[in-house]
């Protein structure tokens, strides 16, 4: 452990060393696995299904044990996932601070709601917002933990590509404000492009490819330095380049 605590001392948000997981005895779905985000840093995660991606999320989420290998993590973290998971029976801004008790707990949750551009629906029963504005809300629910470490799993998958522009822009705006580490779990190449500081390729998992995008924001999908990087991690996920 003498590494993690180094890395601890320079102040590195995530530290993973020899991650391995297995499930009922099979091959390792994680295999040996090193992996370390710094304070504030933005890490996109890519691979193709089975590689190992929402293993790792899960392991650094503390929904899955660690059986081989050492994670160090923060204590406060936040996850988003695909599926926003808010409570029908629950009005949206109750959604957001559950779990949290404090007597500024309906501010806290009419601040954040602000933030992410749903004040507007702050009363409203779950079943009637958009698939952005669920997505909006269960973002608003990890930020207002004021976590360290915030994970997204694939958060905007199911919307349609106009609204995943969209919410992609606010992660983009929310990670500037408040600047705490986070690891996007995407199938999308474009997307770590234009959102991450460090793009990260699981295969089998083991990373095959950890690349800086040394790129100002905000990003263009026509700049020639996007143009190399999107070839080089779809080179790396063995996908010809279009």
Do not use: Y
């Not at 003498?2 to 499930?23: D, H, S």
């Not at 295999?31 to 293993?55: C, M, Q, R, W, Y």
Request: glycine share 8%.
């Amino acid at each position: 452990m003498k590494r993690a605590e180094e890395e601890i001392g320079r102040g590195t948000a995530v530290i993973v060393e020899q991650l391995t997981k297995r499930f009922n005895g099979g091959a390792p779905v994680l295999d040996g696995l090193d992996l370390a985000i710094a304070p504030g840093e933005f890490v996109a995660l890519l691979g193709h299904s089975g590689s190992g991606k929402s293993t790792l999320l899960r392991t650094l989420a503390g929904l899955d044990p660690v059986t081989e290998g050492s994670v160090k993590r923060p204590r406060d973290v936040s996850v988003v996932f695909q599926e926003h998971r808010l409570l029908p029976w629950k009005r949206v801004w109750k959604n957001v601070v559950l779990g949290q008790e404090d007597k500024d707990i309906r501010q806290r949750a009419e601040t954040v709601l602000d933030e992410v551009g749903l004040s507007h629906r702050k009363t409203a029963w779950p079943l009637t917002l958009s698939g952005g504005e669920a997505q909006r809300a269960a973002l608003a629910r990890a930020l207002v933990r004021e976590p360290a470490f915030l994970m997204l799993d694939e958060p905007f998958a199911a919307l349609d590509a106009l609204t995943r522009l969209k919410m992609q822009q606010l992660v983009a705006d929310l990670w500037e404000k408040h600047r705490c580490a986070v690891l996007l779990v995407t199938h999308d190449v474009d997307e770590a492009l234009l959102l991450a500081d460090r793009a990260v390729v699981l295969e089998r998992g083991r990373i095959r490819v950890d690349v800086s995008i040394p790129l100002p924001r905000p990003r263009r999908h026509a700049d020639p330095p996007f143009e190399a990087l999107r070839t080089l991690l779809l080179d790396a996920l063995g996908v010809h380049a279009s």
